[in-house]
């Protein structure tokens, strides 16, 4: 059964971000669609008070290789650079495999 690669990132926005460069992560994020092998960009608002993180993608891409591609493509660095650059606090990331269902 073909394996798909999940990269979750929670990002926890620094207080004092203005509140359009936070939206601005949410909508960026369809930019990293561009990137060979990523299949799916999904990018929200946390409305729980379960975490501190307030912000959090969810790219789901065709392989481990692809994620490689993925961490260092150009259109990866430039999203971090213009939408988190100042604005993150801090952020993990999560990565795993799970049976396409695409």
Excluded: Q
Excluded at 27 to 51: M, W
């Amino acid at each position: 059964r073909k394996m798909v690669v999940i990269h979750m990132v929670w990002i926890k926005t620094k207080a004092e971000a203005e509140p359009a460069k936070v939206e601005a992560i949410i909508t960026g994020a369809d930019e990293l669609k561009a990137i060979p092998g990523v299949l799916s960009v999904e990018a929200g608002f946390n409305f729980t008070d379960r975490t501190p993180h307030n912000v959090s993608l969810l790219v789901r891409l065709e392989s481990k290789e692809a994620l490689n591609v993925y961490i260092d493509h150009e259109v990866h660095v430039s999203f971090k650079s213009k939408y988190l650059a100042g604005v993150v606090e801090s952020a993990s990331a999560f990565d795993f495999e799970v049976s396409s269902t695409l």
